[in-house]
Every structure is written in C-alpha cells, then in structure tokens.
T-cell receptor, first 110, second 115 residues
Framework: DAKTTQPNSMESNEEEPVHLPCNHS???????IHWYRQLPSQGPEYVIH???SNVNNRMASLAIAEDRKSSTLILHRATLRDAAVYYC???????????FGTGTRLKVLA | GAGVSQTPSNKVTEKGKYVELRCDPI?????LYWYRQSLGQGPEFLIY????????DSGLPNDRFFAVRPEGSVSTLKIQRTERGDSAVYLC?????????????FGPGTRLTVL
C-alpha cells in the first residue's frame, strides 16, 4: 500500500485559510486521495476525496499536484470547530481498506 | 438520520476476561468495517464485512479476536482472554457500498481498558 507523509502538527489563526500538505510520492495511477478528520473523542469523518482533478465541496477544497505526488487540503476559513487530526489516505480503486497514518493535528487559535 | 452507533461507549475489564463490542451501522449500508486506534495513532484496519460474510479479516491481530454480522446489519467484535495490550478505542464504520469512492461513516468508538 502506498504511504502518505504529513506534518505532525500545524497551527492557524481563526478565520484564516489553512493549507494542510500531504506527500504521496509512491502513489499509483489507480489510487484515490481521501481526507478524513477526527475531532476529539469522535470517530473520523469524511472531508473530501479526489483522483486527478482539484475538488471542492462545502467543507474544503483538495488541490492535487499535476504529478499526483502531493496534495493539499484547503480549509478556506478556519474556525475553532476545525481543530482536529486530519488524515490523508490513499485508497486503491476497487479496494476498501484505509491505511491511516498519524495525521496532522491542526490547532486553531482564537 | 441516525449515524453509526457503538455500545458500550466505555468498557473496563480485567485481564483474561471476555468482551463483546457492538456496532449498529447506518440502515441500508452493506459494508461494515472494524478498526482499532491506540493512543496517538491513526485507526488500524481489523476486519471488513460485505453483507453477512467477513470478506477480509487480515487485520485481526490473533485468534483471540473474532467478529460476526449474522443478519448483515449489527456486528459484534469479540475478544477472548483480553490482554492489557488490547486497550484501545475500537471504531466501527459502515458504507453503502465498499470501494475507493465510497465514504465510510464512523461511529464514536468503544474505549476498551484492560486492567
């Protein structure tokens, strides 16, 4: 399974954009990039996923590098409720198994 | 609508005892997954059900761990002869279908403490 590398922690000020990076240099052509986040004392929740093109939804945007070896999750205006651990996961097409790393712990400062 | 629920939310047991952890998936979801999360780590895959059958149990650490889903809905994770190293949060997730584009919905987890 292809692996991802994320910074252990990041900080952001409230109401400012946040860019959470993820490196996945061994990604294969059939790997989807998924992002989940885990708020304190909760299970992970889906944020966004993509394959090749950039993606937007109500929660965030996903920017995927042209060579697909890295991606960035963008929170447009961080709120205190966005403080969580963010996981970048590669999921091979046709499979279901999520291999979580240790993620990035995002701290949002008021 | 109702999300994935797990019971109990907390379970404290003694070394050597047997425990059962229950997961109620979202109604209509055919795929169900169990994960285990140790402190400071990401969730670790244990087992995947498609319907009633365990399609992939490659993540179960040893034969003390077993899971069932007899009617294709509720699932129970069973741990025999618990050890202190089994202490973790056990997470259940479900999805409408399995696959790389299908979101998994996670429950809040059961925190298991083995004394």
């Amino acid at each position: 399974d292809a692996k991802t590398t994320q910074p252990n922690s990041m900080e952001s000020n409230e109401e400012e954009p946040v860019h959470l990076p993820c490196n996945h240099s061994t990604i294969s052509g059939t790997d989807y990039i998924h992002w989940y986040r885990q708020l304190p004392s909760q299970g992970p929740e889906y944020v966004i996923h993509g394959l090749t093109s950039n993606v937007n939804n109500r929660m965030a945007s996903l920017a995927i590098a042209e060579d697909r070896k890295s991606s960035t999750l963008i929170l447009h205006r961080a709120t205190l409720r966005d403080a969580a651990v963010y996981y970048c996961i590669l999921v091979t097409s046709g499979t279901y198994k999520y291999i979580f790393g240790t993620g990035t712990r995002l701290k949002v400062l008021a | 609508g109702a999300g994935v629920s797990q019971t109990p939310s907390n379970k404290v047991t003694e070394k050597g005892k047997y425990v059962e952890l229950r997961c109620d998936p979202i109604s209509g979801h055919t795929a169900l997954y169990w994960y285990r999360q140790s402190l400071g780590q990401g969730p670790e895959f244990l087992i995947y059900f498609q319907g009633t059958g365990a399609a992939d149990d490659s993540g179960l650490p040893n034969d003390r761990f077993f899971a069932v889903r007899p009617e294709g809905s509720v699932s129970t994770l069973k741990i025999q002869r618990t050890e202190r190293g089994d202490s973790a949060v056990y997470l259940c997730a479900s999805s409408f279908f399995s696959g790389s584009t299908h979101e998994q919905f996670f429950g809040p987890g059961t925190r298991l403490t083995v004394l």
